[in-house]
């Protein structure tokens, strides 16, 4: 994630920690609630942020054995391409003015009802790579956003939506929000048809247990949508972090950020600050398999009533006013 600081002790990772939560679905009032792969959630966080993946910076090797793991998950899992393939190159310059090759991953779940209008749900899977000697394996930020992102496309292959759901796995966001802001110049699908983005940056772990979800202060038709899904969440959702100034306010602190510009109606899910971001401890092993998992689920019942109620979203997303007036 960009320009956040980030609070939580030490955990230790336990892959039958991570399938107890399974037993939640049977609890009064949330069989409805998506019921995720979590051994495999937690073999994808793992990998995506071992050391041989080298921190997954822009440009780099590591960011490119990155998208080999996610693009051989898109075959398991079966994910179909847009019209120009899985991968969206693009080129960008970096903060230090360089310039470097990136690579979007794009895969689609046709719609049954709406197979022309798209929902993006979206997460980042480049970090910050090795400096000055140090590996930044970027656990949280945003391995727990990429391979939650996995899990949730999976559940939608196996449960077709109403509305086609477009994931992305943007690339070069530490860089400047450069993914995202390369597949918006130029969509693979038509933007006008595209009426949401669910955007996860950091979704893994949470000192209070709680996971926020930002984006109905500016659009407020995604508010009873959000709580709806409170009221029977699997983690404390709260809503916030989308109004006033600074850095408090994460409308454009991640890569739905730009969607907003584009007069696009988001919701961003994302923890609160930690002592780990941005360094070197942000390791797999200081992820809780449980409130991950449940913050996953939590995150995919949110897009399964997104897409059941995407009409309204498509109203308000066509009387949206793009540009940086929404700032």
């Known amino acids: 994630m960009s320009l956040r600081n980030h609070c939580r002790p030490f955990v230790a990772l336990s892959l039958a920690a991570a399938a107890l939560p399974a037993q939640a679905a049977t609890r009064a009032g949330e069989r409805a609630i998506p019921v995720l ?3 495999r959630l937690m073999s994808d966080l793992s990998a995506l942020s071992a050391d041989s993946m080298e921190g997954r910076r822009f440009g780099t090797p590591g960011g490119a054995r990155a998208r080999a793991y996610l693009l051989r998950a898109f075959a398991r899992i079966g994910l ?11 080129s960008a310059q970096s903060r ?36 000055n000697g140090e590996l930044f394996n970027g656990a949280d930020d945003n391995a727990s956003g990429t391979a939650a992102l996995l899990a949730i496309a999976a559940w939608t292959v196996a449960h077709p939506p109403q509305n086609s759901m477009l994931f992305a796995w943007f690339d070069g966001e530490e860089s400047g929000l450069l993914g ?9 699908v038509p933007l006008d048809r595209i009426v949401a983005d669910v955007n996860l940056d950091m979704v893994g772990r949470s000192a209070a247990g709680e996971l926020f979800a930002a984006g109905a202060t500016p659009w407020p038709i995604m508010r009873p949508l959000l709580e709806g899904v409170a009221d029977s969440a699997l ?14 306010n994460w409308t454009n602190q991640s890569d739905h950020g730009v969607f907003h510009e ?50 309204p979203v498509a109203r308000a997303r066509a009387a949206g006013a793009p540009g940086p007036s929404r700032r």
């Open 96 to 131: 230090t003015g360089a310039d470097i090759g990136g690579v979007n991953l794009v895969g689609v779940v046709r719609g049954t009802v709406h197979a022309d209008r798209y929902i993006v749900v979206s997460a980042h899977y480049d970090h910050l790579g090795l400096r």
């Open 80 to 90: 179909q391409p847009p019209p120009g393939g899985f991968s969206l190159p693009f």
């Open 235 to 248: 983690v404390k959702l709260r809503l916030g972090h989308d109004s006033g100034g600074g850095q408090d």
């Open 180 to 188: 995202a802001k390369a597949f918006l110049r130029h969509p693979p």
């Open 262 to 311: 584009h007069g696009i109606p988001f919701v961003y899910f994302g923890v609160e600050d930690h002592p780990d971001y941005h360094r070197a401890t942000d390791r797999v092993e200081r992820i809780p398999p449980s409130f991950y998992y449940r913050s996953a689920r939590t995150i995919a019942d949110f897009a399964r009533r997104l897409d059941q109620s995407a009409e």
């Open 37 to 39: 792969d979590s051994a």
